[in-house]
T-cell receptor, first 116, second 113 residues
Framework: AQSVAQPEDQVNVAEGNPLTVKCTYSVSGNPYLFWYVQYPNRGLQFLLKYITGDNLVKGSYGFEAEFNKSQTSFHLKKPSALVSDSALYFCAVRDPSGAAGNKLTFGGGTRVLVKP | KAGVTQTPRYLIKTRGQQVTLSCSPISGHRSVSWYQQTPGQGLQFLFEYFSETQRNKGNFPGRFSGRQFSNSRSEMNVSTLELGDSALYLC????????????FGPGTRLTVT
């Protein structure tokens, strides 16, 4: 069975500093990995995905993520955080075999607080 | 292009009642998935529909059911509501061919009293 872990419940960072949100995964085969962000009283917004190819994936709003197969990690990064980046971030994995359709398995989420 | 819409946005029900939630996917998207979000359990997959057929189901009791119509709109139903069913129910749609991201609606906040 596939699983995702986000080891930090909350990440605090000062505005302008680099932001990293950690994610590790467990899945058979090559993973399909996703990052989503959720603002208060809103649904999830897609940020980026890794399917194959370049280990550094660039996404929306200046975010990027690095896929590391040996460490089974997919950490989300932003070089310079904004106060508006304060939100709840979710890492997710999809079964690469397709047997589970589009089902996403999510991590527990990491709350990011960017202080001015 | 209009996003995923969900109705109603907020709902208050009493234990033992049933509820129906509606989801309209992005135009052209044929896959619709439902997720339950709670503070304790996080985001959990309920089920996915594609071309009016349930393609996958999560680990939820039979009180949770759904369906999809020919225009890809989907509904989910929860019967005999329990307090623990209080949650944000999120619908997501996606194209089906290839590995496409899912687009989520704003959710329906269900409160069971």
């Amino acid at each position: 069975a596939q699983s995702v872990a986000q080891p930090e419940d909350q990440v605090n960072v000062a505005e302008g500093n680099p932001l990293t949100v950690k994610c590790t995964y467990s899945v058979s085969g090559n993973p399909y990995l996703f990052w989503y962000v959720q603002y208060p009283n809103r649904g999830l917004q897609f940020l980026l995905k890794y399917i194959t190819g370049d280990n550094l994936v660039k996404g929306s709003y200046g975010f990027e993520a690095e896929f590391n197969k040996s460490q089974t990690s997919f950490h989300l990064k932003k070089p310079s955080a904004l106060v508006s980046d304060s939100a709840l971030y979710f890492c997710a994995v999809r079964d690469p075999s397709g047997a589970a359709g589009n089902k996403l398995t999510f991590g527990g989420g990491t709350r990011v607080l960017v202080k001015p | 292009k209009a996003g995923v819409t969900q109705t109603p946005r907020y709902l208050i029900k009493t234990r033992g009642q049933q509820v129906t939630l509606s989801c309209s996917p992005i135009s052209g998207h044929r896959s619709v998935s439902w997720y339950q979000q709670t503070p304790g359990q996080g985001l959990q997959f309920l089920f996915e529909y594609f071309s009016e057929t349930q393609r996958n189901k999560g680990n939820f009791p039979g009180r949770f059911s759904g369906r999809q119509f020919s225009n890809s709109r989907s509904e989910m139903n929860v019967s005999t509501l329990e307090l623990g069913d209080s949650a944000l129910y999120l619908c997501a749609s996606s194209l089906d061919q290839g590995v496409f991201e899912q687009y989520f609606g704003p959710g329906t906040r269900l409160t069971v009293t």
